[in-house]
């Protein structure tokens, strides 16, 4: 029998075990070993103990797991995985095999973290080396590449991008039409997480920002939710700028624009632009409310569009 002495190191082991085993602490779910094929066993002296043959992803993480600490293994190569693509590769070498792991290891993480950044608003918690006047502003990422900076009552928009730089995932951002949201945030940050709902953006090593995820308003819902008032059951103080993320965005926008959004309690006053009520502490007058918003041009004040939002205190209690 032909043994492969290409002795599989600590690393690599750790990508397969990860590759193989569903409950691992990270698991690696994005390439599929196509068995079966044959494993070589060698004791603390690399010497040939056993060849065994893996048949499916049960037994291989099983193996890995029950394998003394001692001992090594290695691979009869040629072998085959199939990526979450459906991409077939033919790996001939321990070195092809981690490269391929990590490869995918790469894909997934910047799958999820694509998947997280689209999921729910990211507020900007705290910054370093950027003005303060952008801490309490708000990311909304969507679908189509597009980024929405909400900052009091306006709102801009660029274009984000995720990529490697190495082993490091980046995320680009880039803003059009402000230059001083342009001299802030255009620059390929080195992203990573600090918790499940925290996310660190790093340039160079000077300026820095903390996101915080924020899934507390459903745009779907189709209402505008703030807990009532102790005191005052029926009624809350709405801080309607927050809402702005939930705006309806005619196709006939350039998505380039910057806009700005107002509110009102009727509809003929947002059309005429008049008695703007309060985007930061509103009291609601009935339970729930109609009110209506009105997005305009922030550089001409052209009238974009003007629709109802309906606002309700809750109980929280």
């Not at 397969?16 to 603390?44: G, K, Q, W």
Request: proline share 4%.
């Amino acid at each position: 029998m032909v043994v492969n002495y290409d002795i599989v190191n600590e690393d690599l082991f750790k990508l397969m075990s990860r590759a193989t085993d569903p409950d691992a602490p990270e698991p690696i779910d994005c390439i599929e070993f196509n068995y079966p094929f044959p494993l070589f066993v060698f004791d603390e002296n690399e010497e040939y103990v056993d060849v065994l043959t893996m048949r499916d992803n049960v037994q291989f993480s099983t193996f890995l797991r029950n394998l003394p600490e001692d001992h090594f293994i290695s691979l009869s190569y040629p072998i085959s995985g199939t990526l979450f693509s459906g991409e077939l590769l033919e790996i001939n070498n321990n070195e092809e095999l981690a490269e391929a792991i990590e490869a995918c290891v790469k894909d997934q993480y910047q799958g999820n973290c694509n998947f997280l950044l689209k999921s729910c608003l990211w507020n900007v918690e705290s910054v370093t080396g950027i003005s303060e006047v952008f801490q309490g502003a708000t990311f909304q990422i969507n679908d189509n590449a597009i980024a929405q900076l909400h900052l009091e009552n306006e709102i801009y928009f660029g274009t984000w991008t995720t990529f490697y730089i190495g082993n490091a995932l980046h995320l680009n951002i880039h803003f059009l039409e402000n230059e001083a949201i342009s001299d802030a945030w255009n620059f390929d940050w080195e992203l990573s997480y600090v918790t499940p709902t925290n996310i660190q953006l790093t340039y160079n090593t000077n300026q820095e920002a903390l996101l915080r995820k924020d899934c507390t308003i459903n745009c779907e819902l189709g209402i505008y939710e703030v807990c009532e008032e102790e005191a005052t059951p029926g009624q809350a103080i709405f801080n309607l700028n927050n809402y702005t993320v939930c705006s309806y965005i005619p196709n006939t926008h350039d998505l380039v624009s910057p806009l700005q959004v107002t509110f009102y309690e009727t509809e003929s006053d947002a059309l005429l632009g008049v008695n703007e009520v309060s985007g930061t502490a509103y009291t609601n007058a009935e339970n729930p409310q109609l009110l209506y918003s009105r997005i305009v041009y922030l550089e001409n004040e052209e009238t974009l569009f003007v629709s109802e939002i309906t606002i309700e205190a809750i109980s929280c209690n």
